[in-house]
């Protein structure tokens, strides 16, 4: 299962790379200007600290933005890879689909605050790091497949399908861990080489200009943030897909042929 779900997410992407820059292509071009005017605006240090509230309000800005970007691009992705819904050249779309898929994934993201809680309360009540470590593991062993399952509810979301935290856990015994592992494995590879390309970059430092330098490193950044992020969300996309197929639902298998 763990092959299949690495094998459907790969195909989909890169099978599918001028969707991938359909779905994806606006929301980044619109970050990638708003982290060159933060750059350009706020680059130091003494710059930031000279202007605390534009820092907080870019902040909250960059946060509104993370939110609205990656539930319009989830949605989009999750509806292409499901129902081979394909946007059109410039795809910005925020509507009701996309806010409750925001929602839900607020509703993912509380569940990671509560297991950081939990894992806190243990250290102040038992003051030791090492028994601490030890039940954080054994928490997070059970923590980390139950999130994926739970996860399930956003492809659902996308596709308008009602589907709960409880019914999404139990459609989905077997595929915690194996999307969790094909997470990594496909994210791992993206994330060396953007310390490599950091690493070249800062090695030529001495004979390019720093703005060009940072331009390069940013955009660089953003095509391999773009391929990390599909890869991630097609995980769900296989995950769901799979868990349809066992409830008997008929999505058509061909997409990611």
């Known amino acids: 299962m763990l092959k299949r779900l690495l094998g459907d997410s790969v195909s989909l992407v890169f099978g599918n790379l ?3 820059f359909k779905v994806c292509g606006s929301w980044f071009v619109l970050q990638f200007g708003l982290m060159m005017a933060i750059q350009l605006g706020f680059g130091t240090t003494a710059q930031q600290a000279a202007n605390p509230g534009a820092v907080l309000l870019l902040s909250l800005v960059m946060v509104a933005f993370a939110l609205l970007s990656s539930a319009s691009i989830g949605v989009a992705w999750h509806r292409f890879g499901l129902l081979r819904e394909t946007p059109g050249i410039i795809h910005l779309k925020v509507g009701g689909l996309e806010v409750k898929f925001i929602l839900k994934s607020l509703l993912l993201a509380l569940i990671i605050v509560g297991i950081s809680m939990v894992i806190t309360i243990v250290q102040l009540l038992t003051g030791s790091a090492a028994i601490t470590g030890v039940i954080a593991i054994l928490f997070m062993i059970f923590a980390i497949p139950t999130f994926f ?13 009602s589907l709960g935290l409880g019914e999404a856990y139990s459609i989905s015994e077997g595929l915690g861990w194996r999307m969790f592992f094909a997470t990594l494995i496909l994210s791992v590879p993206f994330v060396l080489l953007s310390v490599l390309f950091q690493f070249f970059i800062e090695a030529a430092a001495g004979s390019l200009p720093i703005f060009l330098l940072q331009f390069k490193l940013l955009l660089l950044n953003v095509l391999l943030q773009i391929i990390v992020t599909v890869l991630g969300i097609s995980v769900l996309t296989a995950g769901y897909r799979i868990a349809m197929e066992r409830q008997g639902y008929g999505l058509d298998p061909s997409v990611f042929q």
């Open 149 to 161: 399952r739970f996860s399930l509810i956003l492809p659902a979301t996308a596709v308008e399908h």
């Open 18 to 20: 001028e969707t991938v």
